[in-house]
């Protein structure tokens, strides 16, 4: 299967959406919620995956789609994993700190994936030939160990302290005094891209489903890191730069539980 025409495929999808994405921002659009009021969801959501799903359609029809809004529809050898807001409640919001992010997948296997920031207008892109930030190629390095790194984790979420109680607090206080900084961005994809680009040194994050987290896999192995865990089923994931002390982290602690 040509992997250049379905990272073409995915670029065009994903780029489609911009417009309309960046025409809403910060215009505060009503919010709606999925599980919980921690889920939420808008009417951009919903016709940013309707215009991914249009353009994947009309270049592949023999294709799967498995998206975070409407399900899993088609089926066949190739799967598309769709996210189309990335990050919908800063989008919502108002913050500038979310993504498309698009993945395609051959018999189970990964091989090509967009995550597209239409606010910077960042395009993220990996193959099986490489990762690229807007054509410049990705180089997953940077700090060797916690001190000297950024730790990008949506640890704890409100599942977790719901689950482990003060352990997850005592865990999360464990990579505040362990990591030079953590942040809390709020998009896995973007996360991800970031560690791919050498631009954060690491990410965690707990039951993240295959959209957020499919094309940031990628993209991290594609520039030389690592990402531990399974990018196309539901769980736990890190990723790390190339060259980071992982046994001597906070993180080989942490992770596990």
């Known amino acids: 299967m040509d992997v250049t025409h379905l990272l073409d495929i995915a670029t065009e999808a994903a780029r489609a959406t911009g417009p309309r994405l960046r025409e809403a921002f910060r215009s505060r659009p009503g919010v709606t919620t999925k599980h919980d009021f921690h889920d939420p969801v808008t009417q951009h959501d919903r016709a940013a995956e309707e215009t991914i799903r249009a353009v994947i359609t009309a270049r592949r029809p023999e294709s799967a789609i498995v998206g975070e809004e409407g399900g899993t529809t088609g089926s066949g050898d190739l799967v598309w994993y769709v ?18 992010s698009i993945a395609a997948a051959v018999r189970g296997e990964l091989v090509a994936g967009v995550i597209y920031d239409p606010v910077r207008e960042d395009e993220f892109s990996a193959s099986g030939d490489g990762a690229w930030c807007n054509g410049t190629p990705l180089r997953s390095v940077g700090a060797s160990g916690d001190r000297e790194a950024m730790l990008l984790s949506s640890y704890p979420t409100a599942m977790d302290v719901e689950a482990d109680g003060d352990a997850a607090l005592r865990r999360y206080g464990r990579f505040l005094t362990s990591f030079s900084a953590v942040r809390r961005p709020g998009s896995a994809a973007l996360k991800l891209a ?18 957020d987290v499919a094309a940031g896999a990628l993209l991290v192995r594609r520039a030389g890191g690592v990402y531990l865990g399974d990018p ?10 190339r060259g980071f002390d992982l046994n001597g982290s906070a993180l080989a602690e942490v992770a596990p539980h």
């Open 83 to 100: 996210d189309p807001i990335d990050g919908t409640a800063n989008f919502a919001a108002g913050m500038p700190f979310f993504c498309v």
């Open 232 to 241: 196309l089923a539901k769980g736990d994931y890190l990723a790390h730069v």
């Open 194 to 211: 970031y560690v791919a680009a050498g631009w954060a040194d690491a990410a965690y994050g707990t039951q993240a489903n295959p959209w």
